[in-house]
């Protein structure tokens, strides 16, 4: 009877470390989007407008996604994310490289005014040094549109509205430039 025990308390740690690391990290991937092989890439999605932060870079106000005009590129994040605050490096490097090219944007899920507030997400932001506009989608439509998930994950829009790519995970500012490059390059054809 002990070691049913033993082996019951095991399976239950390791189903809540699984379910904690899936939370955290989000469902692993089998499917590495670079090659543009996922479902995800080549869709298109019907405008979509969001609310804005008052944050470095960024506005209160609403933005359309996909911008109807140019490419559109969004990082989803979340501030409670480590690998997110990672990011935010080659984000800044990335936006100083194409991003008077695209729509630049971060999109939080977060129910801002409820779990943080707009001057905490505000003072994160200037403390990771965002410059850029924040998206706001407390209701996640625009986060599943573009399978936002796991955190932090990155789509490039060209100016059809045709997703050109998706990847997730920590990524270089050169990695992240080739991604908005393939949308800069699909507005093309």
């Given at each position: 009877?002990?070691?049913?025990e033993?082996?019951?308390g095991?399976?239950?740690?390791?189903?809540?470390?699984?379910a904690g690391?899936?939370?955290?990290?989000?469902?692993?991937?089998?499917n590495?989007?670079?090659?543009?092989?996922?479902?995800?890439?080549?869709?298109?999605?019907?405008p979509?407008e969001?609310?804005?932060?008052?944050?470095p870079?960024?506005e209160?106000?609403?933005?359309?996604?996909?911008?109807?005009?140019?490419?559109?590129?969004?990082?989803?994040?979340?501030?409670?994310?480590?690998?997110?605050?990672?990011?935010?490096?080659?984000?800044?490097?990335?936006?100083?490289?194409?991003?008077?090219?695209?729509?630049?944007?971060?999109?939080t899920?977060?129910?801002?005014?409820?779990?943080?507030?707009?001057?905490?997400?505000?003072?994160?932001?200037?403390?990771?040094?965002?410059?850029?506009?924040?998206?706001?989608?407390?209701?996640?439509?625009?986060?599943?549109?573009?399978?936002?998930?796991?955190?932090?994950?990155?789509?490039?829009?060209?100016?059809?509205?045709?997703?050109?790519?998706?990847?997730?995970?920590?990524?270089?500012?050169?990695?992240?430039?080739?991604?908005?490059?393939?949308?800069l390059?699909?507005?093309?054809?």
């Amino acid at each position: 009877m002990r070691r049913r025990e033993v082996l019951a308390g095991l399976g239950s740690a390791g189903v809540v470390a699984g379910a904690g690391a899936v939370a955290a990290f989000g469902v692993p991937s089998f499917n590495d989007d670079s090659d543009g092989s996922s479902g995800l890439v080549g869709r298109q999605h019907d405008p979509y407008e969001i609310e804005t932060a008052d944050a470095p870079g960024s506005e209160a106000g609403t933005v359309t996604v996909p911008a109807p005009d140019r490419p559109t590129f969004i990082d989803f994040f979340a501030t409670w994310c480590d690998p997110c605050i990672k990011q935010m490096d080659a984000l800044a490097t990335t936006h100083e490289r194409v991003g008077d090219e695209v729509l630049f944007l971060s999109v939080t899920s977060e129910p801002v005014g409820e779990t943080i507030s707009e001057a905490e997400l505000a003072e994160w932001w200037d403390e990771n040094d965002g410059n850029w506009t924040i998206g706001l989608d407390p209701t996640s439509e625009l986060t599943s549109r573009y399978w936002g998930s796991p955190y932090p994950s990155a789509v490039a829009i060209d100016a059809s509205g045709t997703v050109r790519w998706h990847d997730s995970g920590i990524k270089t500012a050169d990695e992240l430039v080739a991604g908005i490059e393939r949308a800069l390059e699909g507005g093309a054809e």
